[in-house]
């Protein structure tokens, strides 16, 4: 496992965080046996929001447990909006959603929180304001936005120097090989993925802000289960709202050079889509939801696939 630093953060961070938007995390069952694995395979970032429904819960209970909460890093995420797509971004609800996730979560701070969407009617300096002013009560670190433009990023932090505030430090888009061409849960969904965001992947290079990847197998078209001979089972394989963000002929494409590549250096197209988000020139973390040992201890091997250059631009089309 590799580790790195994020600011406002008092622990190494894998770069890999377990995601846990996924069952048996969401039903709130009983997940205690794969993050036992997960967590004894190095990963120690964890990924959760207060939308998830029972991951909060099933994911603080087994902390509880175990006792295990200060050598871990969270990171949940607050204000996401209303079933009936009511923003959110406020203090109120920003506080709500802490005040709830810390519970559940049982831990009286969240290392890495983040809101969930952005909402471009509240002025960006209010937001640091808040965010700052739960850092210095002590109930999280690093904080910042998932599903934020870098112009509003730019915004937020303008105004944190202005006034000698902290800024935002983290960032958590949808990245990864595959281009995200439509929306697929709606409410505001960012990628920086696809030739169209060239200028958004330049800001995070120069800026070296982590960027915590989302969908980083584009919600499974680059996991090895979709088959570029076979498009017309997608849909059936990843879901509607993944097949209507991903499948589309250039990711067909790129998928057929991930298989074409994975054989040629003897590993998956999984580990071949991972190796290109950990070889990218930003500071790349990834989040991965993995059912099986095996599986996460792929997505950890991928770590040392070398991709030179020109093997990076061919399998981006480029």
Not at 47 to 54: C, I, L
Not at 67 to 86: A, F, M, Q, Y
């Given at each position: 496992m590799e580790y790195r630093d994020i600011p406002?953060?008092?622990?190494?961070?894998?770069?890999?965080?377990?995601?846990?938007?996924?069952?048996?995390?969401?039903?709130?069952?009983?997940?205690?046996?794969?993050?036992?694995?997960?967590?004894?395979?190095?990963?120690?970032?964890?990924?959760?929001?207060?939308?998830?429904?029972?991951?909060?819960?099933?994911?603080?209970?087994?902390?509880?447990?175990?006792?295990?909460?200060?050598?871990?890093?969270?990171?949940?995420?607050?204000?996401?909006?209303?079933?009936?797509?009511?923003?959110?971004?406020?203090?109120?609800?920003?506080?709500?959603?802490?005040?709830?996730?810390?519970g559940y979560l049982h831990t009286d701070y969240i290392d890495i929180y983040l809101l969930h969407r952005d909402d471009p009617e509240v002025d960006a300096g209010e937001i640091v304001e808040i965010f700052n002013a739960m850092h210095a009560e002590g109930k999280i670190g690093a904080f910042g936005g998932s599903n934020w433009t870098c112009r509003r990023i730019e915004e937020a932090n303008e105004y944190a120097y202005k006034h000698n505030l902290i800024p935002f430090t983290v960032s958590s888009p949808q990245f990864g090989l595959a281009d995200q061409v439509d929306d697929p849960w709606g409410g505001g969904c960012i990628s920086i993925s696809g030739p169209l965001n060239g200028e958004e992947r330049e800001w995070y290079r120069k800026t070296s802000m982590p960027v915590i990847a989302y969908s980083s197998l584009a919600h499974g078209f680059l996991s090895g289960k979709v088959k570029s001979d076979a498009p017309e089972n997608a849909r059936e394989i990843i879901g509607s709202e993944a097949d209507r963000a991903y499948a589309c002929e250039e990711n067909f494409r790129r998928l057929k050079r991930c298989e074409e590549m994975a054989e040629k250096k003897g590993c998956t197209v999984?580990?071949?889509?991972?190796?290109?988000?950990?070889?990218?020139?930003?500071?790349?973390?990834?989040?991965?939801?993995?059912?099986?040992?095996?599986?996460?201890?792929?997505?950890?091997?991928?770590?040392?696939?070398?991709?030179?250059?020109?093997?990076?631009?061919?399998?981006?089309?480029?």
């Open positions: 406002y953060v008092d622990k190494k961070v894998s770069r890999i965080f377990f995601g846990t938007a996924m069952e048996p995390f969401l039903s709130g069952g009983d997940g205690s046996g794969l993050l036992d694995v997960v967590y004894g395979l190095g990963v120690n970032a964890f990924d959760t929001a207060r939308v998830y429904k029972g991951a909060e819960k099933v994911l603080g209970d087994w902390m509880e447990k175990r006792g295990n909460r200060d050598e871990l890093v969270i990171l949940s995420k607050c204000g996401h909006p209303t079933p009936d797509w009511k923003k959110r971004v406020n203090e109120r609800e920003m506080r709500r959603d802490f005040e709830i996730s810390s999984a580990q071949i889509a991972m190796a290109w988000i950990y070889r990218q020139k930003l500071n790349t973390f990834a989040v991965v939801s993995a059912s099986k040992e095996e599986r996460m201890r792929d997505n950890i091997e991928a770590l040392s696939i070398e991709l030179s250059s020109e093997e990076l631009e061919w399998l981006d089309l480029a």
